[in-house]
């Protein structure tokens, strides 16, 4: 079963420190002059728009994506149409001193993506493309003053190439019952090009109008139904020079590790415990640097296959540890129909 969910799901608390869908409780106008008195509140409000923004996509995509089984072996030619909703909750941390209070984001994903197992001069690769669309919706208390904001559109799209180098030769569905896996090891790139809904005069954005561009490594190994992943991986971000009129928001690269306990009940149910951690990731917005990711979180993932063509996949994560204090969760269903390679 191949494995991809949704990139603007668990995505938005706060703004652009590391994700995909951008919620902006206030608006800062850089031309304005700022009195010295008022210079400890701006910095509250630069808090508001430099919060992280957690998703986890499709498929993820982004560090803290929970994505188990990325580095299988898969017959050649099989075709993958995928459908699939995930539902994020979270909460903002500021410091007790600051004004805003309560601040909270809503997070409705939907994904549509298309992937295909491929024979790479006799190794074994995947290639997908993912559509995310999203709804967002962030709330605050700015000073007793509640704010809210909702947006909804198309995020930016995910382009994704994977080989397997080691363990898992290109081989076709009549072989595959024969294949026994031991070692896999594999690597894939992941881009995301700036094409989903952004508005730089608006305070609420799906798309980040930048590009991100995610190298991989992946390392599974298999003892009888239990399988351990070990996935690093690091993801780069051109700037945003149109940041919220005008500004420039850059960041840091972004350093994950995922970890995945897999167990096969039997051939058309497996299960998996997850665990991710990242760090880096720190956001300057016109030379103002904001602070370094630290988070981790754990989640779980069931998939059963309902036929020779279909399965579905159902999953959940939550935060265990945040260096800034925000917390969230997420939860999801993922369909998924298959044809060709010779099913």
């Known amino acids: 079963m191949y494995d991809i969910r949704l990139a603007t799901g668990a995505a938005a ?36 728009i430099v919060v992280i923004a957690i998703v986890a996509p499709a498929r993820n995509v982004y560090p803290q994506a929970l994505e188990p089984r990325s580095y299988v072996n898969t ?74 904001r909702v947006v909804s559109g198309l995020g930016d799209p995910i382009l994704r190439v994977s080989v397997n180098f080691y363990g898992a030769p290109a081989i076709s569905m009549d072989e595959f019952p024969t294949y026994q896996q031991d070692i896999i090891v594999g690597a894939s790139l992941q881009v995301t ?45 051109t700037n945003n020079n149109d940041f919220l009129g005008g500004q420039t928001f850059a960041q840091d690269p972004v350093y994950s590790v995922q970890g995945h306990l897999i167990y096969e009940f039997f051939p058309a149910l497996w299960g998996a415990l997850d ?24 989640g779980l993932t069931v998939a059963l296959s309902m036929s020779r063509y279909q399965s579905i996949k159902f999953y959940g994560s939550n935060g265990v540890y945040s260096r ?18 010779g099913l």
Do not use: C, M
């Open 75 to 148: 017959p050649v030619g099989i075709n993958f149409l995928l459908a699939g909703y995930s539902y994020t909750q979270g909460n903002v941390a500021f410091e007790a001193s600051s004004p805003i209070k309560d601040a909270k984001v809503h997070v409705n994903s939907g994904v549509l993506a298309y992937a295909r197992s491929l024979d790479v001069w006799g190794l074994s690769g995947k290639f997908a493309a993912v559509l995310p669309v999203a709804k967002v919706s962030g709330s605050a208390k700015l000073a007793g003053e509640e704010r809210e």
């Open 13 to 48: 608390i706060g703004a652009l420190r590391a994700g995909k869908v951008v919620v902006i409780l206030e608006k800062i106008r850089p031309e304005v002059t700022i009195p010295s008195r008022l210079e400890p509140f701006v910095r509250w409000v630069r808090r508001a």
């Open 324 to 341: 800034s204090g925000d917390d969230f969760w997420a939860a999801g269903v993922l369909w998924q129909f298959r044809w060709g390679g």
């Open 275 to 298: 665990a991710t951690y990242y760090a880096g990731g720190r956001t300057i917005i016109d030379g103002q640097k904001g602070e370094q990711l630290g988070h981790a979180r754990l």
């Open 193 to 237: 090009p700036p094409l989903g809904q952004y508005d730089s005069t608006k305070l609420l954005n799906v798309g980040t109008n930048r590009w991100s561009i995610k190298p991989e490594l992946g390392v599974s190994k298999a003892w009888g139904p239990v399988t351990l992943e070990l996935i690093p991986a690091v993801t780069f971000f």
